[in-house]
């Protein structure tokens, strides 16, 4: 019963690499979210993914592209990583969009230096 | 558009007080409201959600929240405070998204 699941957990990088965060979810959503959790700010809205093949922006999506090729995958790419990416990076999905329950995968923390 | 407000980063209270989150929100659409609850080094996980019907909505936990529309609140309670408790809570509303709170880190004290 794995749920959401994201990886990696841990991720240090230098400023200027890239990289990709990936989220998998076995609930047959098809609603997948990106957040970004800092201190004291809460959870906001990276990119959103109603269905496959359709992404759409939030509410801080400057330096991330995603992309939605299949139903269960929906994985979070850094361009070009800046310090102020620093953060813990949540994924999210759930069955009816918005309004139904979002499940959280457990969190990729990433330090850029 | 939707927003939430939380009032009070942190909430200390003592084991077996009374446990009072605020929430605020402000919502253009009749809205859904959510409580989340997060562990140290884990994701949200659902305390309890209003949708429609009976305004107060009992959660996991012997937690529990009112929906006030007159007040534009979503408060979560419990009536005795367990060490497990301890935690950061988020409030959320969906409008066409999910809008979470700055959340509450709740400390219960021995």
């Known amino acids: 019963n794995a749920g959401v699941t994201q990886t990696p957990k841990f991720q240090v990088l230098k400023t200027g690499q890239s990289m990709t965060l990936q989220c998998a979810q076995d609930?047959?959503?098809?609603?997948m979210s990106w957040y970004r959790q800092d201190p004291g700010m809460g959870l906001r809205l990276i990119h959103y993914?109603?269905?496959?093949?359709?992404?759409d922006q939030g509410e801080v999506p400057n330096g991330y592209n995603v992309s939605r090729s299949t139903t269960e995958d929906f994985p979070l790419r850094l361009l070009s990583a800046a310090p102020s990416q620093t953060s813990v990076y949540f994924c999210?999905?759930?069955?009816?969009?918005?309004?139904?329950?979002?499940?959280f995968g457990e969190g990729s923390r990433l330090t850029v230096l | 558009a939707q927003s939430v407000t939380q009032l009070g980063s942190h909430v200390s209270v003592s084991e077996g007080a009374l446990v009072l989150l605020r929430c605020n929100y402000s919502?253009?659409?009749?809205?859904?409201l959510f409580w989340y609850v997060q562990y140290p080094n884990q994701g949200l996980q659902l305390l309890l959600k209003?949708?429609?019907?009976?305004?107060l909505v009992k959660g996991i936990n012997g937690f529990e929240a009112e929906f006030k529309k007159s007040e534009t609140s979503f408060h979560l309670t419990k009536p005795s405070a367990h060490m497990s408790d301890a935690a950061e809570y988020f409030c959320?509303?969906?409008?066409?998204?999910?809008?979470f709170g700055t959340g509450t880190s709740l400390t219960v004290i021995p």
């Open positions: 999210a999905s759930s069955y009816s969009s918005p309004r139904g329950e979002l499940f």
């Open positions: 609930m047959n959503h098809e609603y």
């Open positions: 993914s109603v269905g496959a093949g359709i992404t």
């Open positions: 919502s253009s659409v009749p809205p859904y």
């Open positions: 209003y949708t429609t019907g009976a305004t």
């Open positions: 959320a509303v969906t409008g066409n998204q999910f809008y």
